[in-house]
């Protein structure tokens, strides 16, 4: 039961719940989630149970279950329970990711490539209930989906051209676990060796934040780990937005978007979010009237400076080193650099 927690800090306990379950290898997980919990960290559960494929795993929120489960005894192995649930049938889709390019201008730079990129994809529909059944999802990730056509648009018109090329992507799959992202990490367009940075969308239109309003501002997942926001607090500065840590979520998010699977093989790769928590987060009621547009064309004119700035700069990001928490994404870039070198060195 996390009940009272934080969102953040939930998790951080379900994570170690569920880990310590999974090592005892059990042939079926239950997990009894009270009323109580924010509907924000329930969505999180569902993720990590979705995403873990230690043995299946069944969520229980209906009030009648969690008082009979509540009644037994510990150790009580003699318990029965049935479950009725309604016969699904799976079929194979063919899915995409969406990918436009704007090719850079220095004869030098043009061959590297700055991934802009958000999710496309939602919830889909409720399956059943009364009234309004489907998931919009305006903020999430709507929002960041719109912005990156914005971005486009914007960088294909401007003169100078930037000088290294900007790949504008749109993934399909997040909510499900990442896939297009992943299937992206596993299949690359443009050579990973070459990819400098991925600056990734999540929520940047709702300024409703659970912990306050957040207008004229906005933060990076993994602040610490690469100088990539810095380039994106200066263009702040210019622009007016205050471009922050998200020390506040101690770090829980770096790895809850897309970019997770860029930084997986190396890439300096940020999510950039405006309210990590909103009321309507994971509900048919994100919808498109409570997006603040005005907020929302402000950060976007903060991301197009910024990639203007880190598109014509010599110096690719770089992780920090120093962080003990980047050591894989650090390895992993080394290791691609490296293959890169010695297959050049065979040409």
């Known amino acids: 039961d ?15 719940a569920l880990q310590a379950l999974e090592r005892a ?52 192995s003699d318990a029965t329970f049935t479950l009725h649930l309604p016969a699904s049938a799976e079929s194979k889709i063919k899915l995409h990711n969406v990918i436009g390019l704007l090719r850079g201008s220095d004869p030098a730079l043009k061959d590297t490539y700055i991934l802009v990129t958000a999710h496309y994809d939602h919830l889909g529909m409720k399956p059943n209930g009364a009234g309004d059944r489907v998931y919009n999802g305006a903020n999430d990730d709507g929002s960041g989906t719109v912005s990156v056509i914005e971005l486009a648009s914007a960088l294909a018109t401007s003169q100078p051209r930037p000088k290294r090329s900007i790949v504008f992507m749109t993934f399909f799959g997040e909510e499900e676990g990442d896939f297009g992202s992943r299937y992206y990490a596993r299949h690359p367009v443009f050579p990973i ?38 380039v994106f607090r200066k263009a702040g500065v210019l ?18 978007s897309d970019n997770a699977a860029l930084a997986a093989i190396g890439v300096p790769a940020h999510t ?69 070198s010695a297959s050049n060195s065979k040409r």
């Open 25 to 76: 290898k059990p042939k079926l997980t239950v997990m009894l989630v009270s009323q109580a919990v924010p509907e924000f960290t329930t969505s999180l559960v569902f993720s990590e149970r979705r995403e873990s494929g230690k043995g299946p795993k069944i969520m229980v929120t209906s009030p009648a279950a969690l008082k009979w489960f509540a009644s037994l005894a510990p150790g009580d």
């Open 272 to 340: 950039f979010v405006v309210a990590f928590e909103f009321p309507d987060y994971h509900a048919v009621s994100d919808e498109w009237q409570k997006i603040n547009y005005d907020n929302m064309a402000k950060v976007d004119r903060m991301l197009a400076l910024g990639l203007i700035m880190l598109a014509d700069s010599p110096q690719a990001p770089k992780w920090n080193q120093a962080n003990p928490k980047t050591e894989p994404y650090v390895t992993a870039w080394k290791e691609h650099h490296e293959k890169a």
């Open 2 to 16: 996390f009940s009272g927690d934080e969102s953040s800090r939930a998790l951080r306990k379900f994570n170690a």
């Open 193 to 230: 060796d070459k990819t400098i940075a991925n600056v990734n969308l999540e929520q940047v239109g709702r300024t409703d934040s659970t912990q306050g309003p957040k207008i004229s501002e906005g933060f990076f997942t993994g602040y610490e780990y690469s100088n990539l926001p810095l």
């Open 239 to 256: 622009t007016g937005l205050k471009v922050l840590s998200d020390k506040s979520t101690g770090g829980a998010f770096f790895d809850r």
